[in-house]
């Protein structure tokens, strides 16, 4: 046992033991906490859930932060904020919220019963719109959302729901009553986050979730991937999951949702519609789409149809929306719902379009369109949180979310009431909600903490819609804040369903039929085989620079003569120029052999030094999340080793561990990736830049004349000194040098085997001809395997090494042009101005 | 009796390429659109080369949208648009309603379809709100003035504060940037008084259209005949409906004024736009002709389009 847990135990003298029961020692604020409210049964299982955690840190709750800490990271799934290079791991609370059965039945009842209204609401809004023409619900409210699409009324869903996943914000109230803060129609974020908090909970703990009897996650998904899947076409959809790109805040979460749920992930520019359908781009052609589950807005999701300079869409997607063979969730305009304001029409439309009154009730709220409602906002002015109906910017809130009335300073409150006089309908008022408390660890002990949970929602297969049994849980991260003003420096909680002694389910589990086994993902779209490619060739670039600089150096403390001290010194030269030539070490100045090493391992600014290539490497690596295992995606983090430029020792080491590490990520990914096409672009990558960087280093090295020491380096950097010796039994001459490096079809680091493994690759992957005919790259790459084979080490001059270059630069860029999207692919914009 | 004029309108743009573009897909938004007060009497819209496939929608707003595919790589598109309407004079507009009085029945409308005003309250792609125009327009917009009455005077004090200066701004100018600028195109001016109706919850509509060319003897050509002319739409209650206001010639819509199609700013009338494959400066010539056929019966004979502006 530790100190700290030796100095808790000894306050068992004065209380609870924390070490075993660290609830013991909670105290809230009188009622308003759901697990001081909780009764008898349920707080036996916070107990059992603090202890066991306490138990797991071995009395410690710090140190079950770290636990989870790690295993956040591991997974995978960080937060990462736009625009920054580093991901931020999304913090997640050790304690979850415990919800009991019995309770979560009441809520879930709610949850269902907004998703019908929405439902209802949706298909009247791009219907027939009665529930406006009665008077039910002002038009201004559908048309103030920037989220309704005048173009989807009159186009009915294929399946014919408009919502098929739907996310709600909770609160609870002092009272222990359940109050909707927001609803989403559009993105259910964090539906991915709760999914990899409750992974990353039951990984830190064991069996302790599974001992409390809480309910899976996993039927949930179950009915998520399959309702999307129902609404197609065709028995075996393809689905996609169409994401705005890696910049967009929930990349990593839409990445992760895409590989649990075994989705395509998709950009825009990996689609393309023809004659009315939907189509990916792959290596293979261009393959149909059935269903789509959008993260993008309805604004950007096609510039034919909505906003033409969207570089995020599909051109032509609502036409293909429109020739019925294409189910998307949710259907464009769905996040028409939304809307703050919507709150003040709901409980009157739930008498409407479901005949009884809303279950779970929204937070108070009063648009200010009414004139009523607006007299009664301004004169209970300072008992109210002032907010925009439609989400957007207006004036008087100073770009705030909201205000609460009593904050404002007199200039404030003049210019909220006059904005309310000039647009009354941007405005709602809403009443102010204390939000209860949850256990949570702060600083090693349990503290009261206000907290908001997000509930998800989706459609089954037969239409029914399936709650989460949990949700994302916001955990304030200060004390006695208002629900309304919760903020950005939260931490997120997992949130547990109990299973209550006699409680019965109260959703049967979805009918699902097996899928058919199939072999072979089958599906690679050109991004992502481009990207692969990539991925292969920096991976081997920093090893071969990694192997170059290593044999500098050795090459840098050689003692001996005078004359082959200068023979050294060309081959340092030659070495450092070499390095010069691929972009690790500045251009121009005459530098020592140490400087340029200690370049080409950390100037980031040189975009092909080390650090640089790694750099690059995890780029491309974010772009594969949806395809990379968790062990590839942590070689690929592991990278980068800290140097100490001084010492040569120390670059040494690096360059080792480099050469070490990045073989073994290539062989972890080499594994996980199967014998798929996947693995084929990537070995691809791999073959072709070994064999090019070979060429640069022949021509390097043996300009013309090359001394012993020259060629001694060229076979280190091919693995390939023990291998002369035995071969040779000499010291290195030029012919057999290249022969080895260049020729040897059997010498795995030399070019030639690098023409047949891409060759052996392109004769596996799918072929578009149907004429039988050879496709170009093949062409390319069977006439440089037979050039390579003719050829004769002695006639290895610089011109011939300098022909195979460009041959094997020709072989590049066939494959790039036969495969990956074309480069020139960035859609312009043709907006004219024919005005006067 | 109200007059009626009859009018041939011939336009006729053509884009050119630097390079070639492949995948081509454009709207067109050039048909007239049915309207209140213009009856078309035919209509035709010609392209060169001939599309793989030409397609004519309705809407979303009260538009035209012809669509064209091509699956040939293209250098240069041609687009004629030729038609005959016959505008009647429209009666000049009353309405007894203050602007809190329309106000209120705009927010509370229970329509949505594509006419109502509630589409027009709020701000649009390039129609943001401004608080400097909001400001600017407030003391015209005063909660008991009359709306015809503030709408002219809106319309005049657009007319001196944006200056109409020939080429000053681009598609996607916005009223916020002609404002500060203090000049611009008709796009621009009717874009500012959007802004400022809509600041005040006042429901306004971008109208996109021609002017007739050759203005009648004795009197100066309007300003913007040379080109494709945008005015704004004010809504001016239940009873009266739309109200077509032309800040650019300082005056209502009228005869000389005919109609394509109205939306809630530019981008949803735009003549022309759409997605190709291809990164490429483009050139652009237009012809406008818009004439009165009964002072032109020998029409082929001298028609003579104007130079682009």
Known sequence: MNEAGSNLQGETLFGPDPGSDPLGWYRAPAGGDIFTAARPDMAAQWHAVASGLASAGQGNLSQVQSYLDRNVEDLGLAFRVTGDDRERPWPLAPMPILIGADEWQGIEAGLIQRAEIYESLLADIYGDQQTIANGHLPAALASGSVNFARRMVGLQPPGGYHLRVYAVDLVRDPAGDWRVLSDRARLPIGVGYALENRLALARSTGSLLASIGTRRLAEFFEALRFGIAADCTRSEPRIGLLTPGRFNQSYPEQAHLARHLGFSLVEGRDLTVRDGRLYVRTIAGLKRIDGLWRWINTADIDPLAFDQHSQIGVAGLIDACRHGDL?????????????????????????????????????????????????????????????????????????????????????????????????????????????????????????????????????????????????????????????????????????????????????????????????????????????????????????????????????????????????????????????????????????????????????????????????????????????????????????????????????????????????????????????????????????????????????????????????????????????????????????????????????????????????????????????????????????????????????????????????????????????????????????????? | MSETVTYRVKHTSTVSYAAEIAQARFNLRLRPYRWPGQVILDDSLTVDPTPALMTEADGPYLVNTTRLQFTQPLHELTVTSRFHVAITQPPPPQSPLTISQLREQAVLSRDLTVRS?????????????????????????????????????????????????????????????????????????????????????????????????????????????????????????????????????????????????????????????????????QKLKYAVDVRRVDEDETEEAGAQAPAPS
């Open chain 1, 327 to 836: 189910s998307i969730a949710n259907w464009p305009g769905a996040g028409v719902v939304e809307s703050r304001a919507m709150a003040a029409f709901l409980p009157r439309l739930a008498q409407v379009l479901t005949g009884g009154p809303l279950i779970l009730p929204n937070v108070a709220t009063w648009w200010c369109g009414q004139q009523a409602e607006r007299e009664h906002a301004l004169a209970n002015f300072d008992r109210l949180v002032f907010a925009s109906s439609f989400r957007n910017d207006v004036a008087g809130l100073s770009g705030a979310d909201n205000r609460l009335g009593s904050d404002l300073n007199p200039e404030e409150r003049a210019a909220l009431v006059e904005g309310m006089r000039r647009r009354p309908m941007d405005y709602v008022a809403q009443e102010m909600v204390e939000t209860s408390t949850t256990p949570a660890v702060i600083n090693g002990r349990f503290e009261p903490r206000p907290f908001v949970l997000r509930a998800f929602l989706a459609r089954g297969p037969d239409g029914r819609w399936v709650a989460m049994p949990g949700g994302f849980g916001r955990v304030s991260s200060q004390p006695n804040l208002r629900s309304a003003l919760m903020g950005a420096e939260d931490i997120s909680a997992d949130v547990c369903i109990v299973e209550g002694q006699d409680s019965a389910r109260t959703v049967d589990p979805p009918a699902l039929s097996a899928p058919v086994v199939r072999r072979a993902a089958g599906l690679l779209p050109s991004q992502a085989a481009d990207n692969l490619f990539w991925l292969g060739r920096y991976g081997e670039r920093a090893q071969q620079t990694a192997r170059v600089v290593r044999t500098l150096l050795a090459n840098a403390d050689m003692p001996g003569d005078p004359a082959s001290q200068s023979d050294a010194e060309t081959t340092r030269r030659r070495l450092s120029q070499l390095l010069v030539n691929w972009g690790a070490a500045p251009a121009g100045k005459k530098q020592r052999s140490r400087q340029v090493a200690a370049s080409a391992l950390t100037a980031k600014d040189l975009n092909g030094s080390i650090p640089a290539l790694i750099g690059r490497l995890q780029e491309i690596a974010l772009l594969l999340r949806d395809r990379l295992t968790r062990d590839s995606w942590r070689a690929i983090h592991r990278l980068p080793p800290p140097i100490d430029v001084r010492d040569t020792e120390s670059m040494s080491e690096a360059c080792d561990m480099i050469v070490g590490v990045s073989a073994a990520m290539t062989h972890l990914l080499s594994d996980n990736l199967g014998r798929s096409a996947a693995w084929r672009f990537f070995d691809m990558g791999i073959a072709l830049e070994r064999g090019s960087l070979m060429l640069q280093s022949a021509q390097a090295i043996v300009p013309g004349s090359a001394s012993a020491e020259d060629l001694s380096a060229l076979l280190e950097m091919i693995d390939g000194t023990a291998l002369y010796r035995s071969r040779y039994l000499t010291i290195p001459f030029i012919a057999p040098v290249l022969d080895m490096a260049l020729l040897d079809p059997s010498e795995p680091r030399g070019l030639a085997y690098q023409v047949q493994r891409i060759l052996n690759h392109l004769s596996q992957l799918p072929v578009l001809r149907e004429d039988g005919m050879s496709e170009e790259p093949h062409r390319i790459a069977r006439l440089l395997d037979a050039r390579i084979a003719g050829l004769d080490a002695d006639e290895l001059d610089g011109p011939t090494i300098s022909s195979l270059r460009d041959d094997l630069g020709a072989l590049n860029a066939a494959i790039a042009r036969r495969y990956f999207l074309q480069p020139d692919l960035p859609v312009t914009r043709d907006g004219s101005a024919l005005l006067g």
């Open chain 2, 117 to 281: 005003p509630a589409p027009y309250l709020f701000a649009s792609r390039i129609a943001q709100l401004d608080p400097d125009i909001a400001d600017w327009a407030a003391p015209m917009l005063q909660p008991d003035c009359n709306i015809l009455d503030a709408a002219y005077a809106l319309n005049h004090a657009v007319h001196e504060k944006i200056k109409y200066v020939s080429g000053s701004s681009n598609s996607r100018t916005s009223p916020a940037d002609a404002f500060r600028a203090g000049r611009g195109v008709c796009q621009d001016q009717s874009h500012v008084m959007i802004a400022a109706l809509r600041s005040h919850a006042i429901p306004a509509a971008y109208v996109s259209g021609y002017l007739n060319t050759l203005p009648p003897p004795g009197e100066e050509k309007l300003v913007g005949a040379d080109a494709m002319h945008a005015w704004v739409a004010v809504w001016c209650g239940e009873g009266t409906g739309w109200v077509a206001f032309d800040p650019t010639n300082d005056r209502l819509a009228d005869t000389d004024h005919v109609t394509i199609g109205m939306g809630r700013d530019f981008a949803d009338v735009s003549p022309i736009d759409g997605v190709f494959i291809g990164n490429t400066i």
